[in-house]
């Protein structure tokens, strides 16, 4: 039996951009359509557009690195649509065996860090308003990225010294900033920090050219220098 | 007085909306008579993020101090949150033991 194939419309649709990125991404190759015979119009398989939407760090990687387009389902406007994701996804994690109690400590740390997204850039986003928020619960990830000012930028409306990336990342993740200071970022990431260390969460996290990895068991807490220079943040969370 | 935190909705994350809930607890906190506790009860909340309890607690721990009573929870993230919240203020809760 011959499979259906969607239109480049309803492609379009259920990617959530538009057909000129479609018509885009066949051309260089991102995402290639198919031709009928002799025909000129595009057609996608199903099973191909789900593949093609379910590599999230690809998508968030390349859109704070390089400002490029991504399937509208993963964008939060505003910090109450990612509320709203956030809490569909806390009802799917709850219902998942062995989640039962865990849950709570996941969604707080991707919802401390896609906070803090808002938090920081309200008003001041240098360009794109908004983040990415991508999970799927059956490979246990979670990705968020914003394209906002980043950590060192942020943190410098307080601690004006700081030198680099690394050392604004570390303080972010390590530090109590004041509590009358008007940059609070510290407190949440700080428990971020805390609970990935003690229980089975794994966390890479990137701002500017600074990435932390915290993966397996026995996990350290270090900052080191990436070979990219991003724009904002970028967090995957494995579970 | 016994409040209930799940009153502000069960997934507790951004720090905007705690300052919101701050500010809309006032006038409920001003009719509490001085001589009288304020327990906090969370259960129903399945998330409470540090923003959230930083904008919540951390002021009204320094409006009741003593007079700010935590019930136990069973929740991770409330218990978390606690603990760090214990050490950005540099000081603990009173929390109620259970009966």
């Known amino acids: 039996m011959e499979e259906k194939l969607l239109t480049i ?3 379009a649709e259920y990617l959530g951009v538009s057909l000129n990125t479609l018509r885009r991404w066949d051309e260089s ?3 290639v359509a198919i031709k009928k015979e002799g025909g000129t119009h595009r057609y996608y398989r199903e099973d191909d557009l789900e593949i093609f939407s379910s590599d999230l760090t690809r998508f968030a990687t390349e859109w704070i690195r390089n400002g490029v387009e991504f399937p509208g389902t993963f964008y939060c406007q505003t910090s109450s649509i990612f509320n709203a994701k ?7 994690l709850m219902q998942k065996p062995g989640f039962e109690e865990l849950y709570s400590l996941i969604v707080l740390i991707a919802g401390e860090i896609g906070d803090n997204s808002f938090a920081h850039n309200l008003g001041k986003w240098p360009d794109t308003a908004g983040i990415f928020f991508g999970y799927d619960l059956e490979k246990r990830i979670i990705v968020l990225a914003d394209r906002g ?9 307080v601690r004006p010294k700081l030198p680099n990336h690394v050392e604004a990342v570390k303080v972010a993740f390590t530090e109590f900033v004041s509590g009358r200071a008007p940059e609070k970022r510290g ?7 805390e609970v990935v ?5 794994d966390l890479f996290f990137i701002s500017g050219d600074a990435e932390v990895r915290m993966k397996g068991q026995n996990k350290v807490f270090r900052v080191t220098r990436g070979q990219h220079i991003v724009r904002g943040c970028l967090a995957k969370i494995e579970f | 007085m016994k409040l209930q935190i799940e009153k502000f909705g069960k997934t507790l994350i951004s720090r905007e909306l705690g300052r919101e809930a701050f500010k809309a607890f006032q006038p ?7 001589n009288e506790d304020l327990e906090i009860d969370f259960s129903g909340v399945l998330t409470l993020s540090p923003s959230w309890a930083d904008e919540f ?3 009204l721990f320094d409006q009741l101090d003593d007079k700010l009573i935590i019930l136990p929870s069973d929740n991770l993230s409330v218990r978390a949150t606690l603990k760090i919240l214990e050490e950005v203020n540099k000081r603990p809760f009173k929390i109620r033991p259970q009966s």
């Open chain 1, 9 to 11: 419309g309803q492609a």
């Open chain 2, 57 to 59: 607690l951390s002021p």
């Open chain 1, 29 to 31: 190759g991102k995402l």
């Open chain 1, 197 to 201: 260390t003690d229980q089975p969460i």
């Open chain 1, 149 to 157: 000012l980043g950590i060192l930028e942020t943190l410098r409306q």
């Open chain 1, 86 to 92: 956030l809490t569909k996804m806390q009802s799917a």
């Open chain 2, 28 to 34: 409920t906190l001003r009719d509490l008579p001085k």
């Open chain 1, 187 to 193: 407190n949440g990431l700080k428990l971020v920090r």
